[in-house]
């Protein structure tokens, strides 16, 4: 009978078991294709916080899990795996830090005070630790050395009208790529959230915030005026509109942020 050379058979047990080591996202996918309305060719989103409330349980179990995952399970999976998870983490409890409050709340605003914001409290347990969604945001994700990755920024929702659009699927490790390039693009399109008004390109307070980690994005960018002049194509401009912005004759000014939730009505 023909054997298999033991360089293969070596090779198929590590393969299997790297497999094995990535988490399996299925249950949040399965819930924000439930409850997330996906608008404007994806440029937008609305969540079905009541229907987050019934399936309460579900998500509390998807929680769990991400949960008992440790630092060194975590640490052995490729870096796409790893900020998938983090990605998806923080969205999910963005979600249970919405239903503390809801329905008797129109912002995730309304959930902090004057010394914490909502996004402040330890509510999320991770890696053995209850730490906060700016932790997971601010420290695990843009402080590593890790990721060196701005298109978090389109990606992570912060449960407001503002927010890059909530995905109707989990991030995952092999999707990473296209997942962040769509919502890149779907956001930097979307003309309610940044728009070329004479000469004053008028784009999101996200861009003033994390404005660092955008002009850090690449080596060849030192501002902003360079980061949207790099991504023009993508603004939903006319040519000439575009024209104008590679050229950089263009001020950059900042949206006011709509903190209303982003509830289905």
Known sequence: MYQLPLVLIFALFVSNHSVAQTFNHSEWTSLLNQHVRVLNGGKSSQVDYDGFV??????????????????????S????????????????????LVLTGYPDIESVRDLGNFIFTAFGKDIVSLFGNQISLDDIEKKLILKSDRYNESRVHFALNCASIS?????????????????????????????EKNYLDDNQLRVSTIFRWYRSDFEKSDENINNLKEYFAKHASLLNLSDDEINLIKSGDFRVRFLSYDWNLNKTF
């Open 77 to 96: 999976w490729p870096k796409p795996d790893q900020l998938a998870f983090l990605i998806n983490a923080y969205n999910a409890w963005t979600i249970e």
């Open 163 to 191: 927010c890059p659009a909530l995905r109707q699927e989990a991030y995952e490790g092999d999707k990473l790529e296209d997942q962040l390039n769509e919502q890149m693009r779907n956001f930097l399109s979307d003309k």
């Open 54 to 75: 019934n399936d309460r349980a579900k998500l509390e179990t998807y929680r769990n899990n991400l949960a008992k995952i440790t630092q060194d399970e975590f640490d």
